[in-house]
């Protein structure tokens, strides 16, 4: 069996991932996960908080704000003003939620003061979102 010397390996390696590039057509590839050191999943996008905003309600003492996934209600608070930064991860019923690639819905519903105290209005957003990924 021949020698090869262990700094060599690395420009092969890069020599590998320059010839798929050029044999793939010059499309964009990821080639980190064939490099060594490397997973697969470093190239995974990862979750960070999102700032959500509405035109405030007239009298308005707060909002109850929800966020439904696939599997349903992911997201349920109250805040007092007409904004909520979603923190990048967040437990909602004993289970771990981030915004990852998907469709989810989002409503935020005043809080009002009647004659019978406070109590949530009709929603002011009822609203799609997708994360591409």
Do not use: N, Q
């Not at 979750?47 to 007239?58: C, G, H, L, M, S």
């Not at 109850?64 to 967040?90: C, D, M, N, Q």
């Amino acid at each position: 069996m021949p020698h090869v010397p262990i700094r060599g390996l690395g420009f092969a390696a890069c020599g590998f991932a320059l010839a798929l590039v050029a044999f793939l057509g010059a499309r964009a590839v990821d080639v980190r996960h064939l490099l060594p050191g490397s997973s697969k999943h470093d190239a995974a996008p990862k979750p960070e908080a999102k700032t959500f905003a509405w035109v405030p309600a007239r009298g308005a003492r707060g909002y109850v704000v929800e966020f439904k996934g696939p599997g349903g209600v992911i997201y349920l608070s109250r805040t007092s003003h007409a904004r909520l930064k979603l923190p990048a991860l967040w437990t909602f019923r004993g289970r771990r939620h981030a915004l990852r690639p998907g469709t989810y819905h989002w409503y935020v519903w005043p809080i009002v003061r009647t004659a019978h105290g406070l109590h949530r209005g009709r929603a002011t957003v009822s609203s799609t979102l997708t994360i591409s990924g």
